[in-house]
């Protein structure tokens, strides 16, 4: 067989339903897709291939599926932090949004998020915001994957001065995209179940459905939210949803920190996934979702980092430490959210979420060849006992040395090759210069 | 004024009383000792100096100071996680110490531990194990400032077969290493109330007292140690160690996770400063320290890594950011631990926790030049609104530099000077190999 890139001499993570793993291995990649997985025999060089890359001994792993952030939010990392949640958001995540989302600003800040997440092993990511038709021409030039949702809200927001208009303008968003890219995928994100309606939450998932796209939503970040749709409706948030038909296996929950036994036997029973954002969660100090208690009944949960102005990185290593250690102080059992589960979270399971479990999230023959590649001769990873141990709690972004998605190579040797790094910083500084500057005066 | 060494074209984030940041500065360093700190006025060129490193524009901060860690540990990192503690300490971790600690692997172990700290922007750490005086030699090749201690059980330990040698063991250890070398002060560690007994702790405690050294101990790490020590004593470990004497301002408390509100009155009573270790607390489900309440009654509280196995890197900035959200989580305060008060923790505070507060920690005239320069010229250190939020929840300690360790470049650009990471990367794996083929027949 001819391949068109062959990896070898690597630790093989295969995140396979066996999670095996071959300690000396290679990958051989045809249009694309995973055609080969196999350990090396000793003495025997790898296959030829149009393009070989050395994996150094180092740990070649799927590439990690972020399943929740807002691309443009770069724009607004550590704008504020340390603060009170609505002090946060009404005096300054929200004005400066108001002023400075325009399709400039989208574009950019959409550059830098893909910038970062390539250079540290994301290779797909989920989330949504406004504007959104531009956060996708903006990511379909990175070579990044990713599940690009218009953001519905029943407010003015950027793009869609006429709240009225919110799920048709995100409806015509969808089929613009749908099948026009090989690697974004579009869908439809409701901000929430507090601000948006019930026939905006009806129409807009009835629309998801049409295009058999995927339906987002924020659920229970807050204790604030579920106390307040208990007062209100004598609801919870999933039950109201539930009712309102909205949850089934193409429906991805962010955040759900507020579920109870009952939430969870819901969204068990109507399989929808769950994007978990602990590191976003505990800097707005929201609380603690019980992931392990929806593991248990089966539901599929993923991880997210959120935007960047609560994190705030995007960093996918970072979240997985923070998962695999925050479950285990919550619960008191340090077996709580063991490295593998977590790894699982980060990339097949994260694939599930989003409704691409079948392209990405292992390394698998047949699968897209979205695949990372660790260098671990550095002495924060030496030595080396359980390649699992090290991406959860020893990695960091910083360690990804080749990036492929696809089987296209996007990052080599640390360097992105389809964003001018220093152009987009560039930009990104002058636009913050504003901002400081503006908010300043305000 | 001629200077040795200068540093400029850097955010100076200076630690000092008022968290003073200088947008634009720089730092002129004689004979190892800070002797200016300035801003840069537009057009002026630094002073000359024998040696001039140009920040180029990143955050130029006190070296990080790692209160809690066993060096030579990181020869088990990743050996064995997700397992109950006793599991993991009875069928893993003793078992390997006792077959494996012995002075090359005690020598070998430190240096890579020594490499991983100064490479990711830590310049002092403090901590203690056996075989310090292989630890203290190893660490001085380094150019690493410590503060080491030997270890006190009341068992039989590496290189102590006979418990009842173990304080006059520590003891001629101390006074060998007092004095010694700038960089290495020494320091006695007792295992903590439940593995010493009244008389070792009052002993140990004694032979610091007299030589003027800092007394470090484990306490109240688990509710285990809690309960079983009321169970014996009827006394909570603090209020038991208190009884013993042992508590001032020269006694430094790790982990201190299972303590109420009488204990905390006491330690702020008799000024004991507190080393906190989120990710190993974490990652072994011991469960959360009371950090605000300590820092309200005026406690120094510093931050540390842990040893290696239970955590599992050095990284402090991995630290920092973990510190700072998981007691807003815990509190469910978004305020709580804001990034200035961590920043301390790690520099200022933790230089005041173990002794050292007049000479290290701070970017002040007069201080020991132990400075840091991180490289915020990447995309997700983009943009920068606050440099103090970047240090906490952005960075990584792969931004780091450039280090100097009283006034001497110990890392320049990314690469360190008096470790030879590749023989220690070699030596260290092929000792790994013997421990798994080893445990692995046990």
């Given at each position: 067989m001819d391949f068109d890139a062959v990896i070898h001499n690597g630790i093989l993570v295969t995140v396979d339903n066996r999670m095996r793993v071959i300690e000396k291995g290679w990958i051989g990649i045809q249009e694309g897709v995973i055609r080969a997985i196999e350990a090396t025999p000793p003495g025997i060089p790898p296959p030829a291939a149009g393009l070989t890359i050395d994996a150094g001994g180092g740990i070649v792993m799927p590439g990690l599926v972020n399943t929740h952030t807002h691309l443009p939010m770069s724009l607004f990392r550590?704008?504020?932090?340390?603060?009170p949640l609505m002090t946060w958001l009404n005096d300054h995540i929200f004005p400066a949004e108001a002023r400075f989302i325009r399709p400039e600003a989208v574009r950019w800040g959409t550059r830098l998020s893909c910038a970062e997440m390539l250079l540290s092993g994301t290779t797909c990511c989920c989330g949504g915001y406004f504007l959104e038709d531009v956060v996708a021409q903006a990511v379909s030039e990175t070579g990044l994957r990713a599940v690009l949702a218009q953001g519905v809200i029943d407010f003015p927001a950027p793009g869609i001065s006429e709240p009225s208009q919110n799920v048709s303008h995100a409806r015509r968003y969808a089929e613009k995209w749908a099948g026009r890219n090989d690697l974004i995928t579009p869908s439809i994100f409701c901000h929430s179940p507090y601000t948006c309606g019930d026939d905006t939450l009806k129409a807009a998932k009835a629309s998801a459905d049409d295009l058999g796209l995927l339906f987002q939503i924020h659920v229970a970040e807050t204790r604030f939210e579920r106390d307040q749709a208990i007062a209100k409706k004598g609801l919870s948030p999933v039950v109201h949803l539930d009712r309102l038909g909205?949850?089934?296996?193409?429906t991805l929950m962010s955040h759900c920190v507020w579920v109870d036994e009952a939430d969870t036997a819901i969204m068990a029973k109507r399989k929808c996934a769950v994007s978990h954002c602990p590191e976003s969660n505990m800097k707005l100090a929201s609380g603690i979702a019980p992931v392990p208690e929806m593991l248990k009944t089966g539901i599929t949960v993923s991880l997210g980092t959120d935007g960047c102005a609560s994190n705030n990185n995007l960093d996918m290593f970072g979240e997985m430490g923070t998962a695999a250690r925050l479950h285990k102080v919550a619960t008191g059992?340090?077996?709580?959210?063991d490295a593998a589960t977590v790894i699982k979270m980060a990339t097949s399971d994260g694939a599930r979420s989003i409704g691409l479990g079948n392209h990405i999230g292992?390394?698998?023959?047949?699968?897209?060849?979205?695949i990372i590649v660790l260098d671990t001769c550095a002495p924060h990873l030496t030595p080396l006992y359980h390649p699992e141990s090290h991406i959860v709690y020893a990695a960091g972004g910083g360690d990804v040395r080749h990036v492929l998605v696809a089987g296209r190579p996007v990052v080599r040797d640390r360097q992105i090759l389809f964003v001018n790094v220093d152009e987009v910083m560039n930009r990104v500084n002058d636009m913050s210069r504003e901002i400081r500057s503006a908010l300043k005066k305000d």
């Open positions: 550590g704008l504020a932090d340390d603060l909205i949850l089934d296996d193409r059992d340090p077996t709580a959210l292992s390394l698998e023959t047949g699968k897209q060849a979205d």
